[in-house]
């Protein structure tokens, strides 16, 4: 019955600044609500939503986590550095010199966050077979199995 996640919902501390972020991703702002102090955008062909809500002053914001699927994850990476985006530097104990690999799903992945500390994702599911583990891989090392 259940075929995708549509929607889901960041709490952000200053919208304005959210909503720069996420355009620069390339998400398109298709609504804004200023008395509630909300914004969703569209992502992708099937329009799957993404809701950015501004908490109160002095209210901390519940960090979360969530990935965007992408078709070439190495073209991923070099264009989260041309738009200025800092990659984790450090992921699964591994540097993120190159893309990593978690084995068991198989897909290829970089980690970034948001202005306000959100653990966001570039993904890229494999079509090798899956080896089920927990080791993480660089995609080099992935490859050359």
Same mark, same amino acid.
């Given at each position: 019955?259940?075929?995708?996640?549509?929607e889901t919902h960041l709490?952000?501390?200053?919208?304005?600044?959210?909503?720069?972020?996420?355009?620069?991703?390339?998400?398109?702002?298709?609504?804004?609500?200023?008395? =509630?102090?909300? #914004? +969703?955008?569209?992502?992708?062909?099937?329009?799957? !939503?993404?809701? *950015?809500? $501004?908490?109160?002053?002095?209210?901390?914001?519940?960090? =979360?986590?969530? #990935? +965007?699927?992408?078709?070439?994850?190495?073209?991923? !990476?070099?264009? *989260?550095? $041309?738009?200025?985006?800092?990659?984790?530097?450090?992921?699964?104990?591994?540097?993120?010199?190159?893309?990593l690999v978690?084995?068991? !799903?198989?897909?290829?992945?970089?980690?970034?966050?948001?202005?306000?500390?959100?653990?966001?994702?570039?993904?890229?599911?494999?079509?090798?077979?899956?080896?089920?583990?927990?080791?993480?891989?660089?995609?080099?090392?992935?490859?050359?199995?």
């Amino acid at each position: 019955m259940i075929k995708s996640i549509y929607e889901t919902h960041l709490q952000v501390s200053n919208l304005k600044e959210a909503i720069a972020f996420y355009q620069r991703l390339g998400l398109q702002l298709v609504h804004q609500i200023d008395q =509630r102090k909300c #914004a +969703f955008f569209f992502i992708g062909k099937d329009k799957q !939503m993404l809701g *950015l809500w $501004e908490v109160a002053k002095g209210q901390g914001v519940q960090k =979360r986590h969530f #990935a +965007f699927g992408v078709d070439d994850i190495e073209a991923g !990476m070099a264009w *989260l550095k $041309e738009k200025s985006i800092e990659i984790e530097e450090e992921s699964f104990g591994k540097k993120t010199v190159e893309p990593l690999v978690h084995t068991w !799903m198989p897909a290829s992945c970089i980690y970034f966050n948001d202005p306000d500390g959100n653990s966001l994702e570039l993904i890229q599911l494999l079509d090798d077979e899956p080896v089920v583990s927990n080791e993480v891989l660089y995609l080099s090392e992935w490859r050359k199995k």
